[in-house]
């Protein structure tokens, strides 16, 4: 079955600490998306790519970086500048250019040790 | 900037009964709009969407309907079950961007 996976499903970082979120599609999408979610909240932007090599920041790019170099995977760092990086962080894939609901994966829970 | 709004953090029903949520936005560029349901630790998932030339659009047990004159979506359910409980999100995408602005969830509870 195609769809959007992420992993780790929970990760704990230590101050100071980069880590990483994977994601990975297989639905052919051509653009991915970074959301992150706080309790109560809606989902906030991160960052997103519209196709292979080229990346934009969303709302709330600081303190992230990301990469994508495959057309499935567009993995997440959250790097040790982002000093309130608790949250559940969310991958989303589509087809660019026409208006079409976004996939999500199942989130990755992020929380400082 | 965009700002999407919903009438009522919580809403709770009884089983069989239907359901309204109710959904404000601001930008009046947004054409394209996105219902999502999101369970406890799990992604949303697409329920329906409709297209601003549209004022209603039903699925199974699902209507959504668009006012665009007050700017103001809702989604209704039909027959609520249990599984039903959830978080329910709109969002709005204003035309030509593809990017979606997010609301900050309405909470279905459906009592049994």
């Known amino acids: 079955d195609g769809g959007i996976t992420q992993s780790p499903k929970y990760l704990f970082r230590k101050e100071g600490q980069n880590v990483t979120l994977s994601c990975e599609q297989n639905?052919?999408?051509?653009?991915m998306y970074w959301y992150r979610q706080d309790p109560g909240q809606g989902l906030r932007l991160i960052y997103y790519?519209?196709?292979?090599?080229?990346?934009q920041k969303g709302d709330i790019a600081e303190g992230y970086s990301v990469s994508r170099e495959k057309k499935e995977s567009f993995p997440l760092t959250v790097t040790s500048a982002q000093k309130n990086p608790t949250a559940f962080y969310l991958c989303?894939?589509?087809?660019?250019?026409?208006?079409?609901?976004?996939?999500f994966g199942d989130g990755t829970r992020l929380s400082i040790l | 900037g965009e700002s999407v709004g919903l009438h009522l953090p919580t809403l709770s029903v009884q089983e069989g009964d239907n359901s309204i949520i109710n959904c404000a936005y601001s930008?009046?560029?947004?054409?394209?709009f996105i219902w999502y349901k999101q369970e406890s630790g799990k992604g949303p998932q697409f329920i329906i969407d409709?297209?601003?030339?549209?004022d209603k659009r039903q699925g199974q047990r699902v209507t959504v309907l668009l006012n665009k004159t007050v700017k103001h979506l809702s989604l209704q359910i039909a027959a609520t079950q249990p599984g039903d409980s959830a978080v329910y999100f709109c969002?709005?995408?204003?035309?030509?961007?593809?990017?979606?602005?997010f609301g900050r969830g309405t909470s279905l509870i459906v009592h049994p």
């Open positions: 930008n009046s560029a947004s054409d394209y």
């Open positions: 969002a709005t995408v204003p035309g030509g961007s593809y990017i979606p602005t």
């Open positions: 790519s519209q196709i292979v090599n080229d990346f």
């Open positions: 639905l052919n999408h051509d653009a």
């Open positions: 989303a894939s589509s087809f660019w250019g026409t208006n079409q609901p976004q996939h």
């Open positions: 409709i297209r601003s030339n549209m």
